[in-house]
């Protein structure tokens, strides 16, 4: 189960993001770490440090690739230069899937820089499985798209985030790389049971499942990746891995980030859950 | 509705500037109701009407997009001041939202803005587009292009008059009217301490970095911003090389670039062969020549850079 189309095949366990405060730590260190998860545009570029490190990551490591502005979902066309020089990070990293947002956040040439959340409409399934078709073509290694953190819904919408999520998939034939936390804020926000969520998603479909923490506010909660996970989290953590079996869990910590054993231990809080899950076991 | 119309009546709402509260604005991009424009695309819930949920959005783009000009032109900060540079960039980014999917690019227009609407940098117009040329070089040195760089002893190997050399793409040369570079290296400085420092200190020294900017006075300097062991340099240059290099930035031949070097200069004939050896013994040993690729015959220049154009 856990080694599927949508991952290539591979059995990975455990990631961190790499972030630019650990870099030293990592080279000189070299801690054991089974993958590294970098944010594809941090490193489409055409030279230094950035690329340089990438580099010496790589001789010693395995990196995924995560990105957060190809917009699958935007109803504007892809842009070219994005793809070509996300094909060229893909040739250098040899990541095995790359994953990005099943969300919106440019128009007409305009970037927000957000991972703003999508009309649940028929019509936005079919142009947003249609564009991850075309990026997965291009990019020839497979896709997976992750649900995002969300604080509003559209009077439009046709049916529930994971129907549409299904919906997107079974179209594109892509996977999925299921952020456990943004379903936990997702459902907080909106009012849903998370595990509802997490049981309609199709197992067999999930690349890589996404951990990491947030932050409550009066009214919402907001997806800021600058504490731990949380227990009800880790709950849910526990039965997606119930129904995909052992699956590349990262965790993202993104902003007040600690040191490089904190992450690291916070992220390996996971094989609790995964000692406990038998390989294979799709519920 | 579309998703296109729907996409672009939120990103309206979205891109448009808060208040000086950094709220969401009570009238919305086409002058309705804010509050009757959310509505119309977002369900309200128990806890947050239409217009809060939105809110969330609109504040977000432009915490974001400020906070990465602030990252970004630290110099232009100091030079302007913390709440000058704010509303400027918010009329920056009002007018050239970004076009890229990297924030990297998001300053990539500033210089050109500013030159277009100089009240936002009226008091000290040389220096605010100085340091922002400044600033824009240092960003673009930091991850350009590097090519596999000529040896001084290539150099000795090949030379001859008409041959030509590149200048890497990282190598940005700038002609100031202010010593910016020490400025800039002053205000980043005070950054990276930050962390470390008390509340006395950060205040103390945001005081100091304040006088040296009004006690700035112009001076005319010639820099090269370079990268070496990937940490990106300011190196200070004479007229003479800034010409020489600049020359053969444009594709002249050494020959004549050395020509053009020298057409102003005060360096006395007899001292600039030697000028022109230390120049070239110096760029060849950090690294910023290059060899430039022969052209393909019949390769057509316009159809090349089509390909590269945004799809």
Redesign the interface.
């Given at each position: 189960m856990p080694a599927n189309r949508f991952n290539n095949f591979t059995d990975y366990g455990i990631g961190i993001g790499l972030r630019a405060p650990h870099y030293d730590h990592i080279l000189t260190r070299k801690p054991v770490v089974d993958w590294f998860e970098i944010i594809s545009?941090n490193f489409?570029?055409?030279?230094?440090?950035?690329?340089?490190i990438l580099d010496q990551i790589l001789e010693q490591y395995r990196v995924v690739q995560h990105g957060v502005?190809?917009y699958f979902?935007?109803?504007?066309?892809?842009?070219?230069?994005?793809?070509?020089r996300l094909k060229d990070l893909v040739k250098r990293t040899g990541t095995p899937w790359v994953s990005d947002h099943l969300c919106?956040g440019?128009?007409?040439?305009?970037?927000?820089?957000?991972l703003?959340p999508m009309?649940y409409?028929f019509?936005?399934a079919k142009?947003t499985a249609q564009k991850i078709r075309e990026v997965r073509d291009f990019l020839e290694v497979p896709v997976a798209v992750e649900n995002v953190s969300s604080?509003?819904?559209?009077?439009?919408s046709e049916m529930t985030e994971w129907e549409f999520l299904n919906e997107v998939v079974e179209r594109a034939d892509c996977g999925i790389l299921l952020d456990v936390n943004n379903i936990y804020v997702s459902s907080r926000?909106?009012?849903f049971d998370p595990l509802t969520y997490i049981n309609s998603v199709p197992a067999d479909r999930v690349a890589q499942i996404h951990i990491a923490g947030h932050s409550k506010f009066q009214?919402?909660i907001?997806d800021t990746h600058d504490h731990p996970v949380i227990d009800p989290v880790w709950k849910l953590y526990d039965r997606a891995i119930q129904r995909a079996g052992h699956t590349a869990t990262l965790l993202e910590w993104d902003d007040s980030i600690p040191s490089f054993e904190e992450v690291h231990d916070e992220a390996l809080k996971a094989n609790r859950f995964l000692a406990e899950t038998q390989l294979g076991v799709a519920v | 509705?579309?998703?296109?119309a729907?996409?672009?009546a939120?990103?309206l709402a979205?891109?448009q500037p808060l208040t000086r509260n950094e709220r969401m604005q009570r009238v919305g991009p086409r002058g309705e109701k804010m509050q009757a424009y959310a509505a119309?695309?977002?369900?309200p819930?128990?806890?947050?009407t239409s217009f809060?949920?939105?809110e969330?959005?609109n504040r977000?783009?432009w915490f974001?997009?400020l906070a990465?000009m602030a990252e970004d032109f630290p110099g232009l900060r100091a030079v302007l001041g913390g709440q000058r540079f704010d509303s400027m960039c918010k009329a920056y980014l009002t007018e050239c939202?970004?076009?890229?999917?990297?924030?990297?690019n998001l300053g990539a227009r500033l210089e050109t803005w500013l030159r277009q609407n100089p009240t936002w940098i009226r008091d000290r117009h040389m220096l605010a587009l100085d340091m922002v040329r400044l600033e824009w070089a240092d960003i673009e040195a930091?991850?350009?292009?590097?090519k596999p760089a000529l040896r001084s002893e290539d150099l000795r190997e090949t030379a001859a008059p008409n041959l030509q050399l590149s200048i890497q793409?990282?190598v940005r040369l700038l002609e100031l009217r202010y010593p910016v570079d020490d400025l800039l290296l002053e205000v980043k400085h005070g950054d990276e301490t930050l962390d470390f420092a008390s509340n006395a200190v950060q205040e103390r020294r945001k005081r100091s970095t304040v006088r040296r900017v009004a006690k700035l006075e112009p001076a005319q300097i010639f820099l090269a911003v370079h990268?070496l062991d990937?940490?990106v340099y300011f190196r200070r240059i004479e007229p003479e090389d800034f010409s020489l290099l600049s020359a053969l930035q444009t594709g002249k031949t050494i020959e004549r670039a050395i020509q053009l070097a020298f057409r102003k200069s005060t360096v006395p004939a007899a001292d600039r062969a030697a000028f022109v050896q230390h120049s070239f013994q110096t760029w060849a040993t950090l690294g910023w020549f290059y060899r430039p690729e022969e052209k393909v015959r019949g390769e057509n220049p316009r159809e090349k850079s089509k390909d590269?154009?945004?799809?």
């Amino acid at each position: 189960m856990p080694a599927n189309r949508f991952n290539n095949f591979t059995d990975y366990g455990i990631g961190i993001g790499l972030r630019a405060p650990h870099y030293d730590h990592i080279l000189t260190r070299k801690p054991v770490v089974d993958w590294f998860e970098i944010i594809s545009e941090n490193f489409m570029i055409d030279g230094g440090r950035p690329l340089h490190i990438l580099d010496q990551i790589l001789e010693q490591y395995r990196v995924v690739q995560h990105g957060v502005s190809m917009y699958f979902g935007s109803a504007g066309r892809t842009d070219r230069e994005h793809l070509r020089r996300l094909k060229d990070l893909v040739k250098r990293t040899g990541t095995p899937w790359v994953s990005d947002h099943l969300c919106w956040g440019s128009v007409d040439g305009r970037y927000t820089h957000d991972l703003l959340p999508m009309p649940y409409t028929f019509e936005a399934a079919k142009i947003t499985a249609q564009k991850i078709r075309e990026v997965r073509d291009f990019l020839e290694v497979p896709v997976a798209v992750e649900n995002v953190s969300s604080y509003a819904e559209y009077h439009v919408s046709e049916m529930t985030e994971w129907e549409f999520l299904n919906e997107v998939v079974e179209r594109a034939d892509c996977g999925i790389l299921l952020d456990v936390n943004n379903i936990y804020v997702s459902s907080r926000n909106h009012n849903f049971d998370p595990l509802t969520y997490i049981n309609s998603v199709p197992a067999d479909r999930v690349a890589q499942i996404h951990i990491a923490g947030h932050s409550k506010f009066q009214k919402y909660i907001l997806d800021t990746h600058d504490h731990p996970v949380i227990d009800p989290v880790w709950k849910l953590y526990d039965r997606a891995i119930q129904r995909a079996g052992h699956t590349a869990t990262l965790l993202e910590w993104d902003d007040s980030i600690p040191s490089f054993e904190e992450v690291h231990d916070e992220a390996l809080k996971a094989n609790r859950f995964l000692a406990e899950t038998q390989l294979g076991v799709a519920v | 509705m579309s998703l296109a119309a729907i996409q672009k009546a939120v990103a309206l709402a979205v891109m448009q500037p808060l208040t000086r509260n950094e709220r969401m604005q009570r009238v919305g991009p086409r002058g309705e109701k804010m509050q009757a424009y959310a509505a119309r695309y977002m369900k309200p819930n128990d806890r947050l009407t239409s217009f809060e949920r939105l809110e969330i959005y609109n504040r977000q783009y432009w915490f974001r997009v400020l906070a990465s000009m602030a990252e970004d032109f630290p110099g232009l900060r100091a030079v302007l001041g913390g709440q000058r540079f704010d509303s400027m960039c918010k009329a920056y980014l009002t007018e050239c939202p970004s076009r890229s999917f990297t924030l990297r690019n998001l300053g990539a227009r500033l210089e050109t803005w500013l030159r277009q609407n100089p009240t936002w940098i009226r008091d000290r117009h040389m220096l605010a587009l100085d340091m922002v040329r400044l600033e824009w070089a240092d960003i673009e040195a930091f991850d350009g292009l590097a090519k596999p760089a000529l040896r001084s002893e290539d150099l000795r190997e090949t030379a001859a008059p008409n041959l030509q050399l590149s200048i890497q793409p990282y190598v940005r040369l700038l002609e100031l009217r202010y010593p910016v570079d020490d400025l800039l290296l002053e205000v980043k400085h005070g950054d990276e301490t930050l962390d470390f420092a008390s509340n006395a200190v950060q205040e103390r020294r945001k005081r100091s970095t304040v006088r040296r900017v009004a006690k700035l006075e112009p001076a005319q300097i010639f820099l090269a911003v370079h990268r070496l062991d990937f940490s990106v340099y300011f190196r200070r240059i004479e007229p003479e090389d800034f010409s020489l290099l600049s020359a053969l930035q444009t594709g002249k031949t050494i020959e004549r670039a050395i020509q053009l070097a020298f057409r102003k200069s005060t360096v006395p004939a007899a001292d600039r062969a030697a000028f022109v050896q230390h120049s070239f013994q110096t760029w060849a040993t950090l690294g910023w020549f290059y060899r430039p690729e022969e052209k393909v015959r019949g390769e057509n220049p316009r159809e090349k850079s089509k390909d590269t154009n945004h799809g």
